[in-house]
């Protein structure tokens, strides 16, 4: 069974930086490409990043790019996405998601994607 796990979300201040997590099982996370997404309160599901199975290709939308950068560690099973300079605007939770599709972008969620629960950010003073 597939499950993703999301952690390591939390306060932040601005300018501030945060690690989150997404530890998978029931699959290998080599082998599938794997994106973040967000959503903040009142808005649309957004595409953060993603990287691909192949070679570890990545992409991001253009409001991260520069600050967040995605990276997978496939002896622990586990993909991160490091976020440096947080922005107020980064508030949301962000969910991990196993995709179907190719990392490419636009980031863009398909419907036989996987998604952890996700864990909640928020960038505050």
């Known amino acids: 069974q597939v499950q993703l796990v999301e952690s390591g979300g939390g306060l932040v201040q601005p300018g501030g930086s945060l690690r989150l997590s997404c530890a998978a099982s029931?699959?290998?996370?080599?082998?599938?490409?794997i994106a973040w997404f967000r959503q903040a309160p009142g808005k649309e599901r957004e595409g953060v990043s993603c990287?691909?199975?192949?070679?570890?290709?990545?992409h991001y939308t253009e409001s991260v790019k520069g600050r967040f950068t995605i990276s997978r560690d496939n002896a622990k099973n586990t993909v991160y996405l490091q976020m440096n300079r947080l922005k107020p605007e980064d508030t949301a939770v962000y969910y991990c998601?196993?995709?179907?599709?190719?990392?490419?972008?636009?980031?863009?969620?398909?419907?036989?994607?996987?998604w952890g629960k996700g864990t909640l950010v928020t960038v505050s003073s």
């Open positions: 998601v196993l995709q179907v599709r190719l990392c490419r972008a636009p980031i863009a969620a398909g419907p036989l994607d996987s």
């Open positions: 029931g699959f290998s996370l080599d082998h599938y490409p």
């Open positions: 990287i691909s199975s192949s070679d570890d290709s990545t």
